[in-house]
Structures are given as structure tokens and as C-alpha cells.
């Protein structure tokens, strides 16, 4: 059995407690013979800002260079505000997905048939819903230059963000959104402002000629990104895959987020392109959900999307698709048992603490492998 290298990033807040329940999860798998994982743990975010005065260490950098995944809980607080903007605790998850080249961000957006209620929207239009929404994550305005804040004078100041994608750049998310919906439904909505952004235009122009040359059997459909954001809100079910740029997909996956009930629910996936001669590829997992220093240390935190983290490193970093399957099983199970956490209780339903809802769901797994 091969073993598989994680770095455990568990950040701030209430990373290092959703964190701790997937550590049980791994320890259990590995216990069990199941699957064979070695760990490490560093510092990111805040935590390391503390540590060491940047947003992650040199020495946890090669740490995620060499392993083959990276399963990552949140950054940030309060607590950072004032510090520095290049060692800020965002700054750390930025470098990661730089210098990894995790140019590939999946959310998906999984309504669990016991959580639909949940939702702000009405039952019928969430209840079954399982969308993909696949965010370019290395280019676009977060990473363009010139990033500039400018002193004027008089009082004033001028700040600049650079919108700038290549060819390339689309090229690759677009493959990625297209092969993963040949294993769907098998269709494609590309989401850009064409009508107003150049890089819109570039961006519809080369996912259509993607489409045309090597996906021609998926269909594509073309929306303006607010159009779609307005969209995803009436009727969500319309859409498969959704592609889209970095700002975009990160404002189009929060809403998303919460057509499933809660950001807690929701994990992600960031990956890179996969390496010709080993057929692997780095990759990080985290949850949707931010670091919640509000709730933190107080047993209120959701573990799910955690948990569905991991399980995403099953499906994509490890070819355990079945063990990942039986992750999301326990997950519904223990959903439909009536136990929740805090940000998705309901009347009727039972409360749980972060550690019991961890340990339900490995009771379910482990009844799975029985």
C-alpha cells in the first residue's frame, strides 16, 4: 500500500478544531489499514505571523512542495488587522496557491436532501441541487500588476488592480470544466462580463474555440457573470459546471455556499496542472468557510465542510473515489439522523458539538467498512 504524504495547515480560529476531526478520520483509515497517510503539521496565517512575523515560513514552504497534498483550515482574525500587508494572514494561502501553481479551484455545491430546509431559498428549487463551480485561481485581479495604491496629494489617493488574463490561463480552467463535465451532466456555463471587461471578451472567445476544437459533445452555454449570480439564486438547478475567473468564482461560489444552508457545509479543492512523466499533481483542500474567530474555541464550529475537504484529496489526489463516496454517505447519514451543529439547527433537530458531529461521522464510516 503507498503512502501518502499530507502537510496538515490547520491556520486560525476554528481551523485548528475542524481540523482535529479530520486528524481523527485520517488516524482511523490509517488504524484500520484502510489507507496509509503520514502527516506533518505547520503554521499559516495568523498563527504563523505570530510564530515567526510572515504568513507562512520558508521551512512549511518546502514542506507543501513535498507533499502530495495539503489539507488546509482557515486564516485570519481580527487580531492580524493591523499587521503588515505583505505578511497579512491571507498573504500565507495566496503564496500556497502561487507557488504551487494551483491555478484550478473547485466548489462544489451539494444540497443534502435533509439540509433543504435550510436553504434561504424554497425547498423545490435546492432540494437535489449538485453544482460545480470551477474558479481560475492564479490570474485575474488578484494577482495582475500593476497592484498599486498612489498618493496624489491634496488629500487624495489612487489605487489600482489589474485585470489580466493570457490565453493560456483560460484555456487550461476551461479544460478542466469540460472534463469534469463529461463525468456529470456534461454541460458547461462559462461565466465572464464580455459586455464591459476586455478580458470578458478574451475570455468568451477562447472558451469558445475550446469548446469547438476539443469539446464539441459537452455543451456550453455563454452568461454575464452578474446575470448568473442572479441565476444561481432564482434557479440553481439549471446549472452543472460553472467556469469562471478568479474574482468572479470567488464571489459566485459564496452564493452558492449558502444555497446548501451554510458555509460550513461546503469544502473545496485547488488544484495544479498534473505532472507528465508522475501523473500527480499538487493540490490543496479547504473549507468555504473563513476562520470564524467569533465561535472559536467554543465547540461550535461545523467540521463537515472540513471533513468533505479531505474527502475531495480522496477523490482527486488519491484515486479513492469509492472511499470518498462512503465519506459523503456518512455525511448525509449522520444529516439525516437529526444531529446538527449550530449554523444549521432547526427545530426537531439535535445539537452537537464540533467533536461529536467529527465522531458521528466516523461511526457512520466505520459502519460503512464493517
Not at 12 to 25: Q, S
Not at 68 to 75: L, N, R, T
Not at 212 to 227: I, N
Not at 324 to 342: C, P, Y
Request: aromatic share 6%.
Amino acid at each position: 500500500m503507498a503512502t501518502h504524504k499530507l502537510l496538515l495547515l490547520p491556520g486560525d480560529g476554528i481551523g485548528p478544531e475542524v481540523m482535529g476531526e479530520v486528524k481523527r478520520l485520517i488516524d482511523w483509515l490509517n488504524s484500520a489499514g484502510i489507507a496509509s497517510f503520514e502527516t506533518d503539521t505547520g503554521l499559516v496565517g495568523g498563527s504563523a505571523y505570530d510564530a515567526h512575523k510572515v504568513s507562512i515560513s520558508e521551512g512549511d514552504m518546502a514542506k507543501a512542495l513535498a507533499a502530495d497534498a495539503i489539507i488546509f483550515g482557515a486564516v485570519g482574525g481580527p487580531k492580524w488587522d493591523a499587521v503588515p500587508y505583505e505578511v497579512r494572514p491571507e498573504a500565507g494561502l495566496l503564496r500556497l496557491r502561487k507557488d504551487l501553481a494551483l491555478f484550478a479551484n473547485l466548489r462544489p455545491a451539494v444540497c443534502y436532501p435533509a439540509l433543504a430546509e435550510a436553504s434561504s431559498l424554497k425547498r423545490e428549487a435546492v432540494e437535489g441541487l449538485d453544482i460545480m463551480i470551477v474558479r481560475e485561481l492564479t490570474g485575474g485581479v488578484y494577482f495582475g500588476e500593476p497592484k498599486t495604491i498612489t498618493d496624489l496629494g491634496n488629500g487624495q489617493k489612487r489605487a489600482i488592480d489589474t485585470q489580466v488574463y493570457d490565453t493560456y490561463e483560460i484555456e487550461r480552467i476551461g479544460r478542466v470544466a469540460f472534463e469534469l463535465a463529461r463525468k456529470r451532466k456534461n454541460k458547461v456555463t462559462s461565466m465572464e462580463k464580455r459586455n464591459v471587461m476586455k478580458s470578458g471578451v478574451l475570455w468568451n472567445e477562447v472558451m469558445t474555440a475550446v469548446h469547438k476544437r476539443e469539446y464539441p459533445d459537452v455543451t456550453l452555454e455563454h452568461q454575464l457573470a452578474d446575470s448568473g449570480g442572479m441565476m444561481l439564486v432564482k434557479w440553481p438547478k439549471q446549472f452543472d459546471v460553472i467556469v469562471t475567473d478568479n474574482l468572479f468564482g470567488d464571489m459566485l461560489s459564496d452564493i452558492a455556499a449558502m444555497l446548501t444552508g451554510s458555509l460550513g457545509m461546503l469544502p473545496s479543492a485547488s488544484l495544479g496542472e498534473v505532472d507528465v512523466k508522475t501523473k500527480k499533481r499538487k493540490a490543496l483542500y479547504e473549507p468555504v468557510h473563513g476562520s470564524a474567530p467569533d465561535i472559536a474555541g467554543k465547540g461550535l464550529a461545523n467540521p463537515i465542510a472540513m471533513i468533505s475537504s479531505f474527502g475531495m484529496a480522496l477523490r482527486y489526489s488519491f484515486d479513492m473515489g469509492d472511499l470518498a463516496d462512503k465519506v459523503d454517505a456518512a455525511i448525509a447519514a449522520v444529516l439525516a439522523s437529526g444531529l446538527r451543529t449550530a449554523d444549521i439547527k432547526s427545530e426537531g433537530t439535535t445539537a452537537a458539538s464540533t467533536t461529536q458531529m467529527g465522531e458521528a461521522i466516523l461511526k457512520e464510516l466505520q459502519k460503512l467498512h464493517a
